[in-house]
């Protein structure tokens, strides 16, 4: 009997300063979002000022993914992190536009276009 393959798919959580940067790869789909939400508590359990979540290496995603990526931004909106949306391929891009959330969500085409840390700062005297 020939079972189905699991598609690969890959998170790494990337810190720089207060931000996190929760890269993805792969399918985001029923049988990868618990991965992701797995990761994203670790993440946020870290208590990062900003989060973003990088779709860039993402070559699928459903409304499982979709639904993963909207409880991320409530769980950074409930403790206060900034939360970020780094564009995916043109298929992601085309799925988070169709769903409203291209404007629902504060979104940059790279990590380097997020803006600074405020913690990181100096603070005029």
Known sequence: MNLPRRPEFDTEAIEDGATTVLSLRGELDLLCAPQMTAELELALARRP???A???RRVAFMDSTGVHAIISAEL???RQGTRFYL???PAAVDRLMAMCGLDRAFSTVGHPA???PDET???IAV
């Open 49 to 51: 000022a900003t989060l």
């Open 53 to 55: 979540i990088d779709l």
């Open 75 to 77: 769980r950074c909106r």
């Open 86 to 88: 780094i564009r995916g």
């Open 113 to 115: 276009q997020l803006p």
């Open 120 to 122: 990181s700062l100096p």
